[in-house]
């Protein structure tokens, strides 16, 4: 029996080393070596410890197209518009077990109540849930000890203690493939990773994937998306957990396929430092999801830099010629102009997450990336989402938007672009048929959601949710055509 533990091990023989080699003298009054481990293994004891004991296995699905690396990712068949597929997974009952209780020692009781995203009562932790071994099948066939795991933030917590089981999931195909070489850069259809979105606070089941449909329409680079059921088996026979939107993964195949290199850095900022306000610099919030054991993170320093210049308003040619040699501002002000259309509160302007920045190798400059669209297309909680002309919006806060805004060739970009966006991917006639095909392709999956697998109070509440959908496109083209014409 074989226990991933690598951590354990690593601050072990850290301490060890660190001890003999340094010749410390711990005196009475300091812990001793021996203490220190003990308390290390008293800490890890709370994390979960995934047993691989199931190692003897042929994978006898396993054909070039379906479980390799060796193809081009399909798109075709794995992120299908027109189609609700079904994902099937597996997990023993042990496993199983292991997810709940560390969902438990981070978040506490399932069921125990809890705060809504981005308002108090949630308990921060910066740990992921832990990944287990799991069998995935999909159109007859299995892939074999994909990595599976919880997903989210917020959202994730709010669920788990409201009592909703239905809960997001990460997909990684090849995370066990140490402990089993039989899936040495195992794929899915060509793709490593994926997001199950259980489409958390949002009725209507469409906005993940229509937002996503937006912003890719628009020319932006962005994640796919498509509609899938979700079954989980962990020991008592597959359970409906409901309706999902399978959504694309910025570091595999987003960047693989929509640019040149994967090289780049690739940042998911979190935290203070991501609203690129002055003073707020701090590496450990600039998190890395490439390149993570380089050290170097001189492009988002230099951006955050660039934007608070102050020659901003005394040689503004210059401010934007510093700004545009390191940051896409053309892909911004487009992002920029789509997302205010639709709407978003849980994103850049109000909260400081849920966007990628990757540092394209072709061009040297980073460009923004959107992320979880589950809270689009509403003008949304707490403060609401950004004015069209961000009078709501603190400059000084939010300086990629204030500071490009107030900046009158960045402005007239950022207008001429919420034209373009109301004229094509959000043009009310295109964007009402969307909802009605979508909402008649999804309406049987999302309407037959079992208690304690939904968010639905009534299979009533998702045609509401269609409704509002409707109504929220025309409010925001005629908002959009006030603004463009005052």
Same mark, same amino acid.
């Given at each position: 029996?074989?226990?991933?533990?690598?951590?354990?091990?690593?601050?072990?023989?850290?301490?060890?080393?660190?001890?003999?080699?340094?010749?410390?003298?711990?005196?009475?009054?300091?812990?001793?070596?021996?203490?220190?481990?003990?308390?290390?293994?008293?800490?890890?004891?709370?994390?979960?410890?995934?047993?691989?004991?199931?190692?003897?296995?042929?994978?006898?699905?396993?054909?070039?197209?379906?479980?390799?690396?060796?193809?081009?990712?399909?798109?075709?068949?794995?992120?299908?518009?027109?189609?609700?597929?079904?994902?099937?997974?597996?997990?023993?009952?042990?496993?199983?077990? +292991?997810?709940?209780?560390?969902?438990?020692?981070?978040?506490?009781?399932?069921?125990?109540?809890?705060?809504?995203?981005?308002?108090?009562?949630?308990?921060?932790?910066?740990?992921?849930?832990?990944?287990?071994?799991?069998?995935?099948?999909?159109?007859?066939?299995?892939?074999?000890?994909?990595?599976?795991?919880?997903?989210?933030?917020?959202?994730?917590?709010?669920?788990?203690?409201?009592?909703?089981?239905?809960?997001?999931?990460?997909?990684?195909?090849?995370?066990?493939?140490?402990?089993?070489?039989?899936?040495?850069?195992?794929?899915?259809?060509?793709?490593?990773?994926? +997001?199950?979105?259980?489409?958390?606070?949002?009725?209507?089941?469409?906005?993940?994937?229509?937002?996503?449909?937006?912003?890719?329409? +628009?020319?932006?680079?962005?994640?796919?998306?498509?509609?899938?059921?979700?079954?989980?088996?962990?020991?008592?026979?597959?359970?409906?957990?409901?309706?999902?939107?399978?959504?694309?993964?910025?570091?595999?195949?987003?960047?693989?396929?929509?640019?040149?290199?994967?090289?780049?850095?690739?940042?998911?900022?979190?935290?203070?430092?991501?609203?690129?306000?002055?003073?707020?610099?701090?590496?450990?919030?600039?998190?890395?999801?490439?390149?993570?054991?380089?050290?170097?993170?001189?492009?988002?320093?230099?951006?955050?830099?660039?934007?608070?210049?102050?020659?901003?308003?005394?040689?503004?040619?210059?401010?934007?010629?510093?700004?545009?040699?390191?940051?896409?501002?053309?892909?911004?002000?487009?992002?920029?102009?789509?997302?205010?259309?639709?709407?978003?509160?849980?994103?850049?302007?109000?909260?400081?997450?849920?966007?990628?920045?990757?540092?394209?190798?072709?061009?040297?400059?980073?460009?923004?990336?959107?992320?979880?669209?589950?809270?689009?297309?509403?003008?949304?909680?707490?403060?609401?989402?950004?004015?069209?002309?961000?009078?709501?919006?603190?400059?000084?806060?939010?300086?990629?938007?204030?500071?490009?805004?107030?900046?009158?060739?960045?402005?007239?970009?950022?207008?001429?672009?919420?034209?373009?966006?109301?004229?094509?991917?959000?043009?009310?006639?295109?964007?009402?048929?969307?909802?009605?095909?979508?909402?008649?392709?999804?309406?049987?999956?999302?309407?037959?959601?079992?208690?304690?697998?939904?968010?639905?109070?009534? +299979?009533?509440?998702?045609?509401?949710?269609?409704?509002?959908?409707?109504?929220?496109?025309?409010?925001?083209?005629?908002?959009?055509?006030?603004?463009?014409?005052?």
């Amino acid at each position: 029996m074989k226990m991933v533990n690598l951590f354990k091990v690593m601050v072990k023989t850290w301490l060890l080393v660190f001890c003999l080699v340094a010749h410390i003298a711990c005196s009475n009054d300091d812990a001793t070596t021996e203490e220190i481990i003990v308390e290390v293994e008293e800490e890890e004891e709370e994390h979960e410890e995934v047993v691989i004991d199931d190692t003897d296995f042929e994978a006898t699905d396993w054909t070039t197209e379906t479980h390799t690396k060796d193809i081009d990712p399909n798109f075709d068949e794995v992120f299908q518009d027109n189609a609700v597929k079904r994902l099937d997974i597996v997990i023993t009952e042990a496993r199983w077990q +292991s997810m709940l209780d560390d969902m438990t020692s981070n978040y506490g009781t399932f069921g125990s109540g809890g705060g809504e995203p981005g308002g108090g009562g949630l308990i921060e932790t910066d740990e992921d849930p832990i990944f287990v071994p799991a069998e995935v099948f999909y159109g007859g066939k299995q892939w074999y000890r994909v990595g599976v795991r919880f997903k989210g933030n917020s959202s994730l917590q709010s669920s788990w203690r409201n009592g909703i089981l239905k809960l997001s999931f990460k997909l990684d195909f090849d995370e066990f493939e140490d402990d089993y070489p039989q899936i040495k850069n195992q794929r899915f259809y060509g793709f490593k990773k994926f +997001s199950l979105k259980n489409n958390f606070d949002d009725r209507s089941m469409l906005r993940e994937k229509v937002a996503g449909d937006v912003f890719r329409n +628009s020319g932006l680079v962005g994640s796919h998306t498509a509609f899938y059921t979700l079954y989980v088996d962990y020991g008592d026979g597959p359970k409906y957990f409901g309706f999902y939107t399978l959504v694309e993964e910025v570091d595999g195949s987003v960047l693989d396929t929509q640019f040149t290199s994967d090289d780049g850095n690739l940042y998911k900022p979190d935290g203070d430092a991501a609203s690129f306000a002055a003073g707020t610099y701090n590496e450990d919030e600039y998190v890395k999801k490439t390149n993570e054991d380089d050290t170097d993170f001189s492009d988002v320093k230099a951006l955050l830099a660039a934007i608070n210049d102050d020659i901003r308003t005394t040689e503004a040619t210059t401010w934007r010629a510093n700004l545009e040699s390191i940051f896409d501002t053309d892909v911004f002000l487009k992002y920029l102009a789509a997302n205010t259309i639709i709407q978003n509160w849980d994103t850049y302007g109000r909260m400081t997450h849920n966007y990628y920045l990757y540092n394209n190798p072709e061009t040297n400059k980073l460009i923004w990336i959107p992320w979880d669209n589950n809270e689009a297309l509403q003008e949304g909680k707490r403060q609401g989402a950004a004015n069209l002309d961000f009078s709501n919006i603190s400059s000084a806060q939010w300086p990629l938007i204030g500071y490009l805004y107030q900046d009158k060739v960045y402005k007239a970009k950022y207008d001429a672009y919420l034209q373009e966006v109301i004229d094509g991917p959000f043009n009310d006639s295109s964007i009402q048929t969307l909802y009605d095909s979508y909402a008649a392709l999804v309406e049987t999956y999302a309407t037959s959601e079992v208690d304690g697998y939904t968010f639905l109070n009534s +299979s009533a509440d998702f045609q509401t949710a269609i409704n509002q959908l409707k109504s929220h496109v025309i409010s925001r083209n005629s908002a959009v055509n006030t603004y463009l014409n005052e």
